[in-house]
């Protein structure tokens, strides 16, 4: 035994596995470790997820009805709730003002969505609701609140609101609609109507107070600007005043006129003064040419031309006649007489044209001093037209904003005056004919649903947070062990002791025979000894230890009846009760328990001689565990080992029932020498963390842990165990006692 406990502690390392022989057992050298492969985590099946509904199905459907039936119950005697609804239209085309620049614009409309909702939290507003809870007396007396009494002032000015007031905006409209809810249907479309028609008092109310607040600030300022403007008109009235004229700027500019004239005449007279000048300084050269470049040199030309003339008969007389002649004399004489007048001529015209220079000369001089003194008048007159300017503009300024700022103070008063239909009432509310609330059908349907719901993850979460053992598919995913097999409960047997096995059933043989749920409780041990010596035929196991995690898990039962099973085949067994703080094997089996395995151990007797068997099992041979004894049980390992090593001579199985493992020495040191441990289990009571706990204490021993068997299994426990329910239809039916053995 010792050297198959050797290879089943050997291993093989991972990055150099042995190849398997078909038919031979593999051999590992020693000192290797082998590591098993990590199985996959497997998600939960969605079935499974059924099975727990299909579970909890009449626990679920007793929970949704009793939550409609009461939800049906308590709205058909809620208070009736009805509601009314006014519909208040905002039209965004209305002008604002009736007169002014104002009078003809429109909202814009990108602003819609502020607008209106900006216009629903004012319809909500103290100064548009407590009006209406005044009337109605909608508001209590008296504060019904927890805590502190508050002072009736402030409960007073505190602000209104309506519990039963709603005002919403439908979709991609310009509508407010404002609903009231009141048990009294008159009464809710009576205060529907009365909140529209504060609001739009409200909102007119606004308007005209801004503007009347607006004009009394106007007409503040309009006083101030009276005296301004009053001042500016006064210091123009001076000014003009000082200038001897109404407008300077007419004045400027006939100066300019003027002075542009003077200039034209005066650049004249300089130009005629320079050509006469130019005459006169030739004529008195004295050149005849000089004097007939004159203004009188035509007539001085008509004068030498008859002084020509009588030169030329002058010489044609004085050539034929002498100085004695007559002829002569008459010709001399007129050639005296034509030259004394063109000398005369000659000289008169030098006096005109001296006469003329000078009179030129005078009349440059003149205009000379008239363009100077225009152009100081123009200089100084233009200098203060600029001052005037500037008078002249603040008066005409301070004239325009009073009467602009005059203009706006009448504007305003017809404006505060001009309520608008811009905000209007487009329907009014009317008593509603059946309530709204409550809406049985609706909460009926809503109970049905969230009960539904709440009864689904109530069933979800109770199976999440079971932490016990019942699901093979389970333990395997979180423990890593193997689940052998699983024993149906037998009602008949709960609460008391399980039948002696060797002890004849009514109707049926000794043992085995027996109907119903005892008949399927024997089939699944029949499976569980199968699935504990057939699952590694190569080794065997020879001797198991049956234990369990805590106390009343059913290993002594388990552990008797694998022993019947096993014995049924024919081969030796032999049951060992090594719970020697409290046995229950004998008792079983209605053998005595006045000698046992605490006399192997204290007396050192031999073991052969204390072995009892039942009438009914001759090939199970029983060891009781004797008489309680505390030295015993510290000593139960060295005496434990070799009393399994001379019985697995004579023995094909030995199976030792031990105390539980939690709590207690000697199950340690009986899986160290045994070669398999099979672990029971109560399913649905026995706790994951407490299995975990004694597989690990297995494992870190490096005890051959076979798996684990699940004891008192009923069909609602799992979706796996939904065959159980066959088992005792089937025996029923088919198996027909006979009263053999």
Known sequence: MAERKDNLALAVPVSAPVPAVPGRVPVYPPGYTYVAPEPEERAIPLSHYLWILKRHRWKMLAFVVTAVLATIVVSTRLTPIYESTATIDIDRQMPANAVGQDSGAQYETYDADQFLATQIKLAQSDSVLRPVAQRFHLRPAQPGSPGPAIPTARFEEAPV?????????????????????????????????????????????????????????????????????????????????????????????????????????????????????????????????????????????????????????????????????????????????????????????????????????????????????????????????????????????????????????????????????????????????????????????LAFLFSTLLAVGAAILSDTLDHTVRDPEQIQRELKTEVLGSLPVVNAWRGRLLPAPGRRRSGGRPGYGGRGQESAFEEAVRTLRDSILLSDPARRPRSLLVTSAVPREGKTTTSLHLAIAHSTQKRKTLLVDADLRRPGVHGRLGLTNDRGLSTVINDEIGWRELLQTPEAYPYLDVLAAGPASRRAADRIGGILESLLAEAEKDYDLIIVDSPPLLGFAEPLQIAAIVDGVVIITLAGQTNRTALGSVLTSLRRMKANVIGVALNEVRADMSDRYYYYGYYGKYYSKYYKPTGKS
Do not use: C
């Open 161 to 445: 609101t309506l519990s039963g007031l709603r005002v919403t905006r439908p979709p991609n409209t310009y509508l407010l609609l404002i609903a009231y809810r009141s048990p009294d249907p008159k009464l809710a479309a009576e205060v529907a109507n009365d909140v529209a028609d504060s609001y739009i008092r409200h909102t007119w109310d606004i308007r005209f107070t801004a503007s009347a607040n607006l004009s009394t600030f106007m007409e503040k300022q309009l006083e101030v600007l009276k005296a301004k403007m009053e001042a500016s008109s006064q210091a123009l009235a001076q000014f003009e005043k000082e200038l001897n004229v109404i407008d300077p700027e007419q004045k400027t500019n006939i100066l300019s006129s003027r002075l542009v004239q003077l200039n034209t005449e005066y650049t004249t007279a300089q130009a005629d003064r320079v050509r006469k000048e130019a005459a006169f300084n030739s004529v008195q050269g004295g050149s005849l040419e000089a004097a007939q470049a004159s203004t009188q040199g035509e007539q001085l030309r008509k004068a030498a031309d008859g002084l020509r003339e009588a030169q030329q008969k002058f010489a044609s007389v004085k050539a034929q006649y002498g100085e004695n002649h007559p002829e002569y004399k008459k010709a001399a004489s007129l050639l005296s007489e034509v030259q004394s007048q063109f000398d005369a001529l000659k000289t008169g015209i030098a006096q005109r044209v001296s006469m003329e220079y000078q009179e030129a000369a005078n009349r440059e001089s003149i205009l000379k001093k008239a363009v100077d003194e225009t152009k100081d008048e123009f200089d100084k007159l233009n200098a203060r037209s600029f001052e005037y300017k500037a008078v002249k503009q603040e008066a005409d300024s301070d004239k325009g904003l009073y009467q602009e700022l005059w203009r706006k103070i009448k504007e305003a008063g017809i404006n505060s005056s001009f309520q608008n239909s811009s905000i209007r009432l487009a329907d009014s509310a009317r008593p509603a004919m059946a309530p709204i609330f409550p809406n049985v059908p609706l909460n009926a349907a």
